[in-house]
């Protein structure tokens, strides 16, 4: 039964698209907890966290994000955790997420210049006070331009999610074109929305950064 | 746990991973190929005083960079023979896989050439050199040494990005997991396989663009 592509679609279409952003919004948490302990494993003094926080990011940076979904969706059930595609969804992202907020917020950290720290303790303050009320205010403005212009990333690539058959945006959009047959309609469509989240998140992400570097 | 993890079985498929490999390494060349001539078009047409040129290279950069490759490859495949156009799959991949990265080419060679600063340009003129001859001494060093690197971070990226063209049948490397898994049901095994192929190229080409970049640009050779 061949149905036209109505209004009704885009309706579901737009319904699917909360569960793209809901789980770009659960990578955004999960891996960016993740990422605060990769970015800590990452500078702190101890060469073995180092190495650590380094293979992890290799790793994750170093395989395409299809292969890690696949992964969680057939390997998690082998060590007894029942998932589904929302799960492995959920899990892989974040673990994803992680490896590249790590090294965002390593690079903001390192961009204050030592002379601060040292400052600091000239100051008498005690290393907790150094970075919170020195290092971190200066790193957090480096810091936010970029972790928004990530989160585009992250919208765009909760997209593979509908190969594991996680009905977001993407899939919605090819089971809409299955009914309807009109394929061109439907994923432009989906492209629109995509582009419409997409798009304001880069537009802030730029204005952050113009208004945010204007100090230094 | 009492699973029975069996890589060894993935060894019969050799031939078959081998061949997905050729052919996502041929599938990054071209893009990254084709990428480039549409990025330069679109770089040299966004810079532009004319709105006629910059207006639409803008939105083309826009619009790609903000949309998923997923998508845009669907259209590409599923969308365009309802306007008449029937691709391959192959096809259909390098087109969709070209056009996703002309919007990136382009952004990188904006950046690489404003990274060459005017006061050089005007010192090689000034020294009698004739605007070609800037270019070529001057400006072509310069620039390329200033985007090498995002050029070559760009190709592992979309070497590991070719893994979603896959999903519309293309045999390169990732669908190689689908086939083996489909052949002896080993799922994980077959998937974490591929995925760890992708690190060892990943490496690899990092490897071999430091190296290039070392020969290249570190050790100057003696002119």
């Known amino acids: ?216 | 746990m009492n699973y029975n993890f069996r890589f060894e079985i993935l060894l019969r498929y050799q031939a078959e991973i081998l061949q997905g490999v050729l052919l996502t390494l041929q599938l990054s060349v071209l893009t990254m190929v084709f990428g480039l001539v549409i990025g330069l078009g679109v770089a040299i047409a966004a810079g532009s005083p004319s709105k006629w040129l910059s207006v639409p290279a803008r939105f083309y950069v826009e619009t790609i960079r903000n949309t998923p490759l997923l998508v845009q490859l669907f259209i590409v495949f599923f969308g365009l023979p309802s306007l008449g156009v029937r691709l391959s799959a192959d096809l259909a991949a390098v087109i969709a896989l070209s056009i996703n990265m002309g919007a990136y080419g382009a952004e990188i060679l904006r950046a690489g050439f404003e990274s060459v600063r005017r006061s050089q340009i005007e010192a090689g003129r000034s020294l009698g050199l004739t605007a070609a001859q800037t270019f070529r001494h001057v400006v072509l060093f310069q620039a390329t040494k200033a985007i090498y690197p995002a050029l070559a971070s760009q190709f592992v990226l979309i070497m590991l990005a070719t893994c979603v063209v896959s999903s519309i049948g293309v045999t390169e490397l990732f669908h190689q997991a689908a086939f083996i898994d489909s052949r002896t049901y080993r799922s994980f095994e077959a998937y974490t396989l591929i995925t760890l192929s992708y690190l060892i190229l990943t490496l690899a080409f990092r490897a071999l663009f430091s190296f290039i970049y070392w020969a290249v640009f570190v050790r100057r050779p003696a002119r």
């Open chain 1, 1 to 216: 039964m061949i149905r036209e592509f109505a209004g009704a679609d885009v309706v579901y279409l737009l319904l699917a698209a909360r569960w793209t952003v809901a789980l770009a919004l659960v990578a955004m948490l999960g891996g960016g907890l993740l990422g605060l302990v990769i970015a800590a494993l990452r500078i702190v003094p101890f060469k073995p966290a180092n190495w650590l926080a380094i293979l992890y990011i290799n790793l994750i940076q170093g395989t395409p994000l299809l292969g890690q979904l696949f992964i969680f969706f057939f390997g998690l059930p082998l060590i007894g955790i029942q998932v589904d595609a929302w799960t492995a969804a959920a899990i892989s992202l974040s673990i994803y997420a992680a490896a590249f907020f790590g090294e965002i917020w390593r690079g903001a950290l390192q961009s204050v210049s030592i002379r601060q720290w040292e400052a600091g303790a000239s100051l008498g303050l005690t290393y907790g006070q150094r970075l919170f009320y020195v290092v971190l205010p200066q790193a957090l403005r480096v810091a936010v331009a970029p972790t928004v212009g990530f989160l585009v990333q992250l919208i765009k690539n909760t997209s593979l999610t509908a190969l594991i058959g996680f009905v977001e945006l993407t899939r919605a959009g090819q089971i809409i074109s299955g009914a309807t047959f009109a394929p061109l309609r439907v994923y432009l469509v989906v492209a629109v929305v995509y582009f419409v989240i997409c798009f304001s998140l880069s537009q802030m992400s730029r204005r952050l950064e113009r208004k945010l570097h204007v100090a230094r």
